[in-house]
């Protein structure tokens, strides 16, 4: 299994680091409109920081030049996809490009096999899901414990309380992990709690510094890094790879329940039906219909992971811009899941949007659901669905009025300063 868990669990990590200085320079195809550098030696470096994240970065690139366009990091260009159409075109001849290994093995120089491929890559995908199973099936009593304190310690606040999510629900997720993963070591909240520094101090870097390469002039912060990254690595020591994104779920979709009345009650009334007043079981997770709307729709709605990335194996095609060989191809998600072409009223929080086939059908597309949706997402989704099944049935969930929330965008989107509700409680 791979060491670095928690942190090395993006595809971006991997778009600016050394997979760009591994493969040669190429000369881009005139077809691709490119924004011009304002320095040949960084690129456009610079205008990423302007922008504040990669992803706002892309969400310009494309407003000005459509939906395939690219840039330059340092001095190599860069494609990047903002439509369905166009990754659709782009994803079934490269489905089996393993950009996770790739590029963790530029960056860090960690050697995870011999073999290389599509099979490999299937082989690997299998045995991440049939760990991933096993690990719910043998432990799911330990997600529903850890989601019962939680409510059992909201349901002692006064209504007035405001309750912050991002303290409470990376906490809570950070022990689903780390339980679940390390087992008792991690009861401590003392252990948690390093762990959690460590892994943003990591997270934080890997997310932004190696992005604009400030991480490499900063002895401070690059010291910083790498003793955070020492410690964690010698604590995960057989735990599988498990991506970050579940905590944002988490509060995401708390955060969004408590602005939409509706969608909790609807919520609630399917939790009444299928669950009961008993705890929910793994089997009946899949039968939460609405609840994995409800999941979904936060996904799209927060751009949960805003960028994922692939390496051109071949020379290839998308629409008429040619794609040279050994080309990073980002897809910009963040673009394509609030696109007005393919979602309609696309800054609106709406589950009921996931009956429509097709609806689904590009959401599958994108690697959020169905056959290429990685493993790891799985573990996501039930952390989050047995949170919503005890909280919701319990608690009504309310908005705190005048509060404005901005999401920052890394290699998933969290929000910039903690988001707050507060709670009443069922009759």
């Known amino acids: 299994m791979l060491d670095f868990a928690i942190f090395a669990v993006t595809f971006v990590?991997?778009?600016?680091g050394a997979v760009l200085y591994l493969y040669p320079t190429f000369r881009p195809s005139l077809s691709v409109p490119v924004l011009s550098p304002l320095f040949c030696r960084d690129g456009n470096l610079q205008d990423i920081v302007n922008r504040g994240s990669l992803h706002e970065f892309l969400v310009g690139l494309h407003d000005q030049f459509?939906?395939?366009?690219?840039?330059?990091?340092?001095?190599?260009p860069v494609v990047s996809l903002g439509s369905v159409d166009q990754l659709q075109q782009h994803i079934n001849p490269n489905r089996t490009t393993d950009s996770f290994e790739t590029m963790l093995k530029s960056l860090l120089g960690y050697q995870s096999g011999s073999g290389t491929g599509g099979t490999e890559a299937l082989m690997r995908k299998k045995v991440y899901e049939g760990a991933i199973n096993k690990t719910l099936e043998n432990n799911f009593p330990i997600l529903l414990k850890l989601a019962e304190e939680l409510v059992g310690k909201w349901q002692l606040y006064p209504k007035s309380q405001h309750i912050p999510l991002c303290a409470h629900l990376l906490g809570l997720s950070m022990?689903?992990?780390?339980?679940?993963?390390m087992g008792s070591r991690f009861s401590d909240d003392t252990a948690v709690i390093r762990f959690r520094k460590n892994h943003e101090a990591i997270w934080s870097e890997i997310g932004k510094g190696y992005l604009d390469g400030s991480l490499e002039k900063s002895s401070s912060r690059k010291a910083h890094y790498e003793s955070a990254l020492a410690e964690m690595e010698s604590v995960l020591k057989s735990v599988i790879k498990e991506r970050s994104g579940q905590g944002s779920m988490c509060i995401w979709a708390v955060h969004f329940?408590?602005?939409?009345?509706?969608?909790?009650?609807?919520?609630?009334?399917?939790l009444i039906d299928v669950v009961g007043d008993g705890p929910v079981s793994l089997d009946q997770i899949p039968q939460l219909r609405y609840c994995q709307q409800v999941l979904n729709e936060t996904v799209r709605t927060a751009k949960l992971t805003p960028i994922a990335a692939r390496l051109q194996e071949v020379e290839g095609k998308v629409d008429q811009h040619v794609i040279p060989k050994e080309t990073l191809v980002i897809y910009a998600l963040g673009v394509v899941l609030q696109d007005a072409d393919t979602w309609t009223l696309p800054y609106r929080f709406d589950p009921d949007r996931?009956?429509?086939?097709?609806v689904m059908k590009s959401f599958s597309l994108l690697g959020f659901s169905g056959n290429q949706?990685?493993?790891?997402?799985r573990f996501a989704y039930t952390v989050a669905a047995v949170l919503l099944s005890t909280l919701v049935r319990r608690l009504r969930l309310h908005q705190v009025k005048g509060q404005?929330?901005?999401?920052?965008?890394?290699l998933v989107s969290t929000p910039k300063d903690d988001t707050w509700i507060t709670i009443s409680k069922r009759d």
């Open 257 to 270: 329940l408590s602005i939409s009345e509706a969608v909790q009650e609807k919520l609630h009334q399917e």
């Open 66 to 76: 459509g939906s395939v366009a690219s840039f330059w990091f340092g001095r190599r």
């Open 13 to 16: 990590v991997i778009l600016v």
């Open 373 to 377: 949706a990685c493993p790891e997402l």
């Open 404 to 410: 404005v929330v901005e999401a920052r965008y890394e």
């Open 175 to 181: 022990k689903a992990v780390t339980q679940l993963a």
């Open 354 to 358: 996931f009956t429509d086939e097709s």
